[in-house]
């Protein structure tokens, strides 16, 4: 994740979860792989190693850029279209907020602007000028 300069975008782990699939069934990695599509073709992604502890490996981190309220909503309109296709669903955001790593869990019942509102806040700070513009319902 990025640090914690002010003027770039900010800069977003995005781990999607599910209690019902085994991580290495192929059905929730064909689902893993709808969600980084959408992304893809959305926002600018990323796909980095992240060390696991107590192993000798890494597993591929998805990290998406955030630099403006456009790149923002198009990321929140994905996130609640993949949610609202299973209930049983989560994706855990994780950023670097001044040295301090920040954290919230979407569902499908929770992609509302309550939920999301700390990542915004911690994009337009770190992006820098006025609050996201009218019609992205973080202002």
């Given at each position: 994740m990025s640090g914690s300069s002010s003027g770039g975008p900010l800069e977003v782990a995005v781990e999607p979860h599910n209690d019902y699939?085994?991580?290495d069934d192929d059905r929730w990695r064909d689902q893993i792989a709808t969600l980084v599509a959408e992304l893809d073709a959305q926002v600018d992604t990323v796909r980095?190693?992240?060390?696991?502890?107590g192993t000798k490996g890494a597993v591929d981190q998805l990290i998406i850029a955030l630099g403006s309220a456009g790149a923002f909503q198009a990321a929140v309109d994905c996130f609640r279209a993949w949610l609202g296709r299973d209930r049983d669903r989560r994706i855990d955001v994780r950023w670097d907020e001044n040295g301090v790593e920040r954290s919230v869990t979407l569902t499908g019942e929770a992609v509302d602007v309550d939920t999301i509102r700390?990542?915004?806040?911690?994009?337009?700070?770190?992006v820098g000028g006025p609050p996201w513009p009218a019609g992205t319902g973080l202002s």
């Open positions: 699939y085994d991580p980095r190693g992240r060390p696991v502890e700390e990542i915004a806040k911690a994009a337009v700070d770190r």
